[in-house]
Nanobody, 121 residues
Framework: QVQLVESGGGLVQPGGSLRLSCAAASGSIFSIHAMGWYRQAPGKERELVAN???????DYADSVKGRFAISRDNAKNTVYLQMNSLKSEDTAVYYC??????????????WGKGTQVTVSS
């Protein structure tokens, strides 16, 4: 069973920075087709923040372009989200997402448990 383990959330002042990490922990990963981050603010729907696809494309929400950067370490099956110039509207629970095929050739979507990011003075 694949698990996505997130870390790095917390409280930060407006204009500050945080770095989130997400590791796909399992001994049975065959391939990762997409991996990235979504977020959900109170009273709002979950939305894409940034992700990588297997085709090499990187997608960002318009609201974070120029401020957030996604990166990855393929050897560790880990993605990172560097968040700079944080705003109060970035406050949300951030969820790691992975479209992963395991060694049994079973492919499905996986979600982490979420990590809270709060931007407040």
């Amino acid at each position: 069973q694949v698990q996505l383990v997130e870390s790095g959330g917390g409280l930060v002042q407006p204009g500050g920075s945080l770095r989130l990490s997400c590791a796909a922990a399992s001994g049975s990963i065959f391939s990762i087709h997409a991996m990235g981050w979504y977020r959900q603010a109170p009273g709002k729907e979950r939305e894409l923040v940034a992700n990588f696809t297997s085709g090499g494309r990187t997608d960002y929400a318009d609201s974070v372009k120029g401020r957030f950067a996604i990166s990855r370490d393929n050897a560790k099956n880990t993605v990172y989200l560097q968040m700079n110039s944080l705003k109060s509207e970035d406050t949300a629970v951030y969820y790691c997402y992975g479209d992963i095929r395991d060694s049994s050739w079973f492919r499905m979507d996986y979600w982490g448990k979420g990590t809270q990011v709060t931007v407040s003075s």
